[in-house]
């Protein structure tokens, strides 16, 4: 698998929003880009990318993503040159094991309101660790740390039976 970037795992959500109409702003994309590392921290003991998440007042947030994006406020992301192309191209990138990933990502978190993702994150134990002691509406740039990603979610994975 060739190095994939926050971007690539980005791009892939925006353009999926893009063919399938189910818009998301950057709110619901930070949610699904931090679930897709959390997850592949969970699973493979390793992250997707190198970047850290920050634990803001509405859940986690990779800055630069945040950055890229950030003019749009709560307005839907939308861009032209993401299209049903891109999801191919980006999947071949991506290779079997984090597409496998991704599409489980989809099919848990992708149908969720913006909303519906912070209050599930609020609630667990990575961001609220990184929060400790702030008050709810208290800006942070606390890092939630992969380890703390890996431990709690690899917690809720289902181990596959051996073969005999």
Not at 18 to 27: D, F, P, S, Y
Not at 42 to 50: L, Q, S, T, W, Y
Request: aromatic share 14%; hydrophobic share 35%.
């Amino acid at each position: 698998m060739t190095q994939v970037s926050y971007s690539d795992i980005a791009d892939y959500f925006i353009a999926l929003s893009n063919t399938t109409e189910n818009l998301i702003t950057n709110l619901k994309l930070q949610k699904l880009v931090y679930y897709t590392q959390a997850w592949h921290l969970a699973m493979h003991d390793k992250p997707v990318f190198p970047e850290y998440f920050e634990a803001w007042v509405h859940g986690p947030v990779l800055l630069p993503l945040y950055n890229q994006y950030r003019g749009l406020k709560w307005h839907p992301l939308e861009r032209d040159d993401l299209t049903e192309g891109s999801i191919t191209k980006l999947r071949d990138r991506f290779g079997p094991e984090l597409c496998s990933l991704i599409d489980q990502v989809v099919d848990h978190y992708f149908g969720m309101t913006a909303y519906q993702m912070e209050l599930q994150v609020h609630s667990e134990e990575p961001w609220r660790r990184a929060r400790l002691g702030l008050n709810a509406d208290e800006p942070s740039h606390n890092i939630i740390q992969n380890e703390w990603m890996r431990d709690y979610y690899r917690r809720f994975l289902i181990d596959e039976p051996e073969e005999d």
